[in-house]
């Protein structure tokens, strides 16, 4: 079955420092996605993209987040300077046009921690 | 922002027995609503869905009910097994296709 993989699984940065978390969406698909999920809280989404631009973002998702797709497959999420509350699982998701569930599938994320 | 609810954070079950898990929603805008389960160090994986013109939709042992006019979805489980223990997450969304995620509901099913 079609997988969304992301890299690194698991990332350690020191507070003020870029990190960049790495997707690659299911090859087909055609709207992605990043969600994070701090420790015991829900998943929120960050960004939606779409036709090489952002569709919609959420409050979190400051002028400190950028997200690129610079080639064909792969689909990044840039902290500029990160902070000690970024420390998160980040998780990637992609779906096509018309998902089987209208949903989509999300890979096994990258734990990001701030110190 | 606390428009998708799970008021039960965690779920203890009997093996063989119904797994009930709920969901409530504000937004009335919203068109879609997904289940995802999620194990530790993993991503969230899609389990089932339904879109608001159905108010029932079954899966093998899923079954997820929708009520629109209280605003309420549930997914029921039955027979529950041991490998059903984990998070379950309830999502909505709307034409945007960005979907608002739950707190989650941690399901342990007993042996």
């Known amino acids: 079955e079609p997988e969304v993989t992301q890299t690194p699984s698991h990332q350690v940065t020191q507070m003020g420092q870029e990190v960049i978390l790495r997707c690659v969406p299911i090859s087909n698909h055609l709207y992605f996605y990043w969600y994070r999920q701090i420790l015991g809280q829900k998943v929120e989404f960050l960004v939606s993209?779409?036709?090489?631009?952002?569709?919609?973002k959420s409050e979190i998702f400051d002028d400190q987040f950028s997200v690129e797709r610079p080639d064909g497959s792969n689909f990044t999420l840039k902290i500029r300077s990160t902070k000690l509350e970024d420390s998160a699982m980040y998780f990637c998701?992609?779906?096509?046009?018309?998902?089987?569930?209208?949903?989509?599938?999300f890979g096994s994320g990258t734990r990001l921690t701030v110190v | 922002d606390q428009q998708v609810k799970q008021n039960s954070p965690s779920l203890s079950v009997q093996e063989g027995r119904i797994s009930i898990l709920n969901c409530d929603y504000t937004n009335s805008m919203f068109d879609y609503f997904l289940w995802y389960k999620k194990y530790p160090a993993e991503g969230p994986t899609f389990l089932i869905s339904i879109s608001s013109i159905k108010d029932k939709n079954e899966d093998g042992r899923f079954t997820v009910f929708l009520n629109k006019s209280a605003k309420h979805l549930s997914l029921h489980i039955v027979p529950s097994q041991p490998g059903d223990s984990a998070v379950y997450f309830c999502a909505a969304g709307g034409g945007t296709y960005k979907y608002i995620f739950g707190t989650g509901t941690r399901l342990k099913v007993l042996a």
């Open positions: 993209f779409y036709n090489n631009e952002i569709s919609e």
């Open positions: 998701a992609s779906r096509d046009r018309a998902g089987l569930h209208y949903g989509y599938t």
